[in-house]
């Protein structure tokens, strides 16, 4: 296809890691800056390190590992007000991406309990207001569950996505490594206590995991959107679901081909395809973009070219993407709410 996206639309990006968007270049002097020893001295080496490469791909759980390194170079709250004012200003320059939500898990920044967890949650949003000060953009921020992590861990995350609401958390969500002690239906009753504070919810789902895993995820976390979400398209009843509740999937294209969670673009047609014939919506993003090298508009210009979206698909994507997020819908909340009660266990439901 000749045509592109014009470079004036404002674009939506509803799923970026903070662990994969920051170039590596910045990477390397935060790295420094704070005396962290690197395995190599080369900065070409270090590059190698923490991006995927052009052309290059790597199994799922080899594209995990390469947060080892990003996430503990963020690992304090002077590298993540760094990295959260770069990505999101860096985004509006490079893509004119105006509603900017990322996602990362602020307890795999403080140093296994050394740094303190709100000082850090602190630094972000501290990022974010002074890339709002410098760009007309409305970023908003993601705390991400762990699969991998004890239930009372990631119940203090989602307490702080509660207390920080009013500060610039948008949503929760829950990511990570697939996990045999992972239970959809144990955290039921704490997605519905977020959501009854107003944050959004997204679940990473249909990705890596068991197909039958998304039709659970709808049914019992009821989420405003699912992270990925590609391999839902093998399962009828969960497209029927996901229609009917109207949630939105945040498809990575490039991030699912070099994870190899798709085998090439024909099976990207094809999912797409399904996604359109059972009137699910869907909004583009990049996963991560300078870890995987690629930016939105890359995305979409593939897609573009491929034949898989016409541009006038990528603007309806786009709107979509502008309507679902969790930083537009934040300004029709309710703005009374009662203070979260520190004490207050939420109780697991069972399956």
Sequence with gaps: MSRLLSRK???????CHLGAAVTPAIMWGIAHAQGIKLPTKDYWEF??????????????????????????????????ERAVYEVVGG???????????LRFNPMKRNRGGEQDLDHIIAAAVRGMDRAMLEYPVKPGLIFCLDRAFPYELNEIIAEKAITWRDRGVVGVDVAGPESATFR????????????????GITIHTGEAGPIEEVARVVELLEPDRIGHGVKA????????????????????????????????????????????RNDVRFTISTDGPEMLQTYIRDELATLG??????VEEQEEAMRIGLGASFVQNASDLPAALREPEPREVVEREEA
């Design 9 to 15: 639309v404002p674009l939506a990006e509803l799923h």
């Design 47 to 80: 590059r190698d390190l923490i991006t995927v490469g052009k052309g290059g791909s790597k199994s799922f759980d080899g594209y995990l590992e390469l947060f080892h390194w990003t996430e503990l170079i963020q690992s304090s709250p002077l590298a993540v």
């Design 91 to 101: 985004a509006y320059r490079k893509n004119n991406i105006t509603t900017m939500e």
């Design 184 to 199: 959809v239906a144990d955290y039921r009753g704490l997605m519905r206590r977020a959501r009854q504070y107003g944050l």
């Design 233 to 276: 398209a093998y399962d009828p009843r969960a497209m029927a679901a996901i229609r009917e509740r109207g949630i939105v999937l945040e498809i990575c294209p490039t991030s699912n081909l070099n994870t190899r969670v798709v085998s090439g673009w024909d099976e990207v047609r094809w999912i797409f395809d399904t996604l359109r």
């Design 305 to 310: 070219r491929l034949g898989i979206l016409s």
